[in-house]
């Protein structure tokens, strides 16, 4: 996967958010992965589950993320490169 | 916002992880197992081109692997990896950990008495392995009868319970006929046992968890549903096929059986291949050294036998085929999957503490695994060219050098789990220090 992404991404006020609700494992990574080693800092996910999977990959890439607001049923992960 | 420890949140995936001391306890096991594999291979070296499936110390070496390395380590991959892939809580964890503390004493008096061709430490180990087996069996079922998101996965780990159920019957039935020697065709039942154990149980659950492992692990998406079920239905075909080979003795019923398995093996080797392709991973690194070098071992295997069949100079074939499908195929699989596996569980939940996880990289030993690999790959042609050659001495020289192989694995393992353990232990400014380093991955 060289150019492309899993999942729905788009911009608000600014800030670069992706849709990876509903993708089956590993998709959501893979869709988040693409973001954070292209820089896109920060990133808002809209995720149907918290990624345990996910987060040794982020610390291996000096990232940092935060769970906001968190439901039932729906999570939303801010994401950050850490200066 | 909160702290992606999430305290109290609902519905997260953490909420479905068992604690860490559950599954490390199963690959820590595994790695010493491992060890004791390759030790009591080289103390039966003499007797390997001459096994014929009786009591002693290769039968012992055996089942160190099958049931020590093989089945511990899927036992806790599945424990720890199925909950969050299939979305689905294991329950409580203390039918997880009773497991492990029936089956790897079971293992260990099982192989114990095969060794020392004692019927009581086998038929005790054999109740004791089974009994964690039936529980592991449990476990799974109920979370793959949920498992709607990964039928495909489910569909595998399905098949592969139903072996082993037949499996673990047979085994049992083959070590009390040890004792009272009321088989009539016993030959017959053990082939049954070794097709199952290594192409039923094992190879699909190998099939099965490598359709989001390998994807996993390689960073690539996820693979196409369609081919998984059609190489579920030749894997399946196979082992039927085989099975029915070896408990009639037919010996046309092989045919279909290989041409099954090997079309298995082909859709196998293009959907990890496709994966691989699409690997966002730049450095794979020695973990996919090895499931590379397996699954072409794999193929190779089938292919030898089919040649075998058809009459080309096989030495020694069945010693040499089972070997090959053992130890060159299952459990190089299962060593690559483990070196990615361990440190990487590790740092999942070391992350759960701070949100600042131990950084995959500074809890791999690179030079054990290297040690590992080196002296696996050796080990193997080793003892492979020792059985060709009916050679003891190379049989030895290649049991040597799996056993320092699998003491550089098991200083990996061992390694993993004191970071582990010393950063949950340690005090949090201890912990909290950010990772300064962007390691290509």
């Given at each position: 996967m060289k150019d492309d992404f899993p999942g729905r991404a788009w911009c608000e006020n600014g800030q670069r958010h992706l849709d990876t609700r509903g993708l089956p494992p590993p998709d959501p990574m893979v869709a988040i992965l693409w973001h954070v080693e292209r820089g896109l800092s920060p990133l808002i996910v809209h995720m149907d589950?918290?990624?345990?999977?996910?987060y040794p990959e982020l610390g291996e890439r000096n990232w940092t993320w935060e769970l906001a607001d968190p439901t039932p049923g729906q999570v939303r992960l801010v994401l950050r490169a850490r200066p | 916002m909160m702290p992606a420890n999430g305290a109290g949140f609902l519905g997260g995936a953490r909420d479905r992880l068992l604690p860490v001391s559950v599954p490390f306890r199963y690959f820590l096991a595994a790695s010493l197992f491992h060890v004791a594999a390759w030790a009591v291979l080289l103390a039966g070296a003499a007797d390997l081109t001459g096994f014929a499936g009786g009591p002693g110390l290769i039968l012992a070496a055996v089942h160190l692997t099958t049931l020590g390395v093989l089945a511990m380590s899927a036992m806790g991959a599945a424990f720890q990896l199925l909950p969050v892939v299939t979305r689905r809580a294991m329950g409580a964890p203390w039918p997880a950990a009773a497991a492990f503390w029936v089956f790897a004493p079971g293992v260990a008096l099982l192989t114990w008495g095969m060794g020392r061709a004692a019927t009581g430490l086998m038929l005790a180990g054999s109740a004791l392995s089974i009994a964690g087996l039936a529980i592991f069996a449990l476990l799974t079922l109920r979370n793959l009868a949920r498992a709607g998101a990964v039928a495909v996965v489910a569909g595998h780990g399905w098949a592969a319970l139903a072996a082993l159920a037949v499996l673990a019957g047979l085994g049992a039935t083959l070590v009390a006929d040890f004792a009272g020697?009321?088989?009539?065709d016993r030959a017959g039942l053990a082939g049954l046992h070794a097709v199952l154990g290594i192409f039923g149980f094992m190879g699909l659950l190998v099939a099965g968890f490598s359709l989001v492992l390998i994807p996993m692990f390689a960073l690539s998406r996820s693979l196409p549903t369609a081919p998984g079920w059609a190489g579920l239905a030749a894997g399946v075909s196979g082992v039927g096929f085989a099975a029915a080979a070896a408990l009639s003795g037919m010996p046309a019923l092989w045919w279909p059986a290989l041409g099954a398995g090997l079309l298995a093996a082909g859709i196998h080797l293009a959907l990890m291949q496709l994966s691989e392709r699409r690997a966002m991973r730049r450095r794979l690194g020695l973990p996919f050294a090895l499931l590379r070098a397996a699954r072409w071992a794999l193929v190779a295997t089938l292919m030898l036998a089919g040649a075998g069949w058809l009459g080309a100079p096989v030495p020694n074939a069945p010693v040499l085929i089972g070997f090959l499908l053992i130890a060159g195929w299952l459990l190089t699989f299962l060593m690559g999957v483990l070196s990615r596996i361990l440190p990487f569980l590790a740092s999942m939940h070391a992350s759960g503490r701070t949100g600042l996880p131990l950084l995959m990289s500074d809890l791999t030993c690179e030079p054990c695994l290297r040690l590992h690999a080196g002296a696996h790959f050796a080990g193997l042609a080793a003892v492979a060219t020792g059985i060709v050659a009916d050679q003891t001495p190379l049989i030895r020289l290649g049991a040597t050098l799996g056993l320092a192989g699998a003491l550089g694995f098991a200083a990996f393992a061992f390694n993993v789990a004191l970071q582990l353990w010393k950063f949950r232990h340690a005090k949090p400014a201890q912990r909290g220090k950010p990772a300064q380093k962007g390691r290509p991955t």
């Open positions: 589950r918290e990624p345990v999977h996910l | 020697g009321f088989l009539p």
